[in-house]
């Protein structure tokens, strides 16, 4: 279940990147709902993800030392999340002001995949199967 979950985790964020970019370079609605939409599959698969994971799992059992040493448990307990959990509320608020045709739908759609470009563990296979 955690491979499947963690392969299908990491072939999601290929299309939330190639969605993402649509909706930078052309602000529309139905950009903005791919790339939306597509990062709240990515967000709802790593909160699954979260509850399978062996790595999450066992740095939440030692929190406090976790979060005194950097590496890649802290990454994935203390930023990733949050960085995706942001970087999704930007790309709603994207949504909602490219629905009304307003131009700061490109500004909320850039923060968003900027973010998302962040939080990404590049350190990580870039392909996983």
Excluded at 31 to 54: C, D, I, K, N, R
Excluded at 68 to 85: D, I, K, S
Excluded at 97 to 103: D, E
Aim: charged content about 10%; proline content about 5%; overall charge positive.
């Amino acid at each position: 279940m955690h491979e499947a979950l963690l392969s299908l985790h990491n072939l999601v964020r290929w299309l939330v990147l190639a969605f993402g970019l649509w909706a930078l370079f052309r602000p529309g609605v139905r950009p903005g709902l791919l790339f939306a939409h597509t990062l709240t599959l990515q967000v709802v698969l790593g909160v699954g993800l979260a509850f399978v994971s062996p790595l999450f799992q066992g740095a939440l059992a030692n929190l406090e030392g976790v979060m005194q040493t950097p590496g890649e448990a802290r990454y994935f307990v203390a930023e990733h999340w949050v960085g995706g959990l942001v970087a999704l509320g930007l790309a709603h608020a994207g949504l909602s002001q490219a629905r009304k045709g307003k131009p700061r739908a490109r500004l909320l759609f850039a923060l968003a995949l900027a973010l998302v470009l962040l939080s990404i563990p590049w350190f990580r296979p870039l392909l996983r199967f």
